[in-house]
């Protein structure tokens, strides 16, 4: 089992940042990829970004070039750096890791506003 807490969701303007943060634990292995996804109230669950264990960063459409994704291989660690927020970023994000299965955090709300 994989175990992911996340961290840092809040309110932010737009136009502003706020980073997000997610730590894995429990049974974490090599070759896997981890990564973010949002769900809007009344919407899909939609892919943000990932990062492969071999450093590989993929980004959704509506985020790329705003967002940026890092991982920290020795603490188990995921980052998301989000830039120039937009008020349809407002979401749950939740953590997501991947090897053979997909395991989740909690979901860390995020709120764009003025």
């Known amino acids: 089992q994989v175990q992911l807490v996340e961290s840092g969701g809040g309110l932010v303007q737009p136009g502003g940042s706020l980073q997000l943060s997610c730590a894995a634990s429990g049974s974490v292995f090599s070759g896997n990829t981890m990564g973010w996804y949002r769900q809007a109230s009344g919407k899909e669950r939609e892919f943000v970004a990932h990062v492969t264990n071999n450093g590989r960063t993929t980004y959704g459409d509506s985020v790329r070039g705003r967002f940026t994704i890092s991982r920290d291989y020795v603490k188990n660690t995921v980052t998301l750096q989000m830039n120039s927020a937009k008020v349809e970023d407002t979401a749950v994000y939740y953590c997501?890791?991947?090897?053979?299965?997909?395991?989740w955090g909690q979901g860390t709300q995020v709120t764009v506003s003025s």
């Open positions: 997501n890791y991947r090897r053979n299965k997909n395991y």
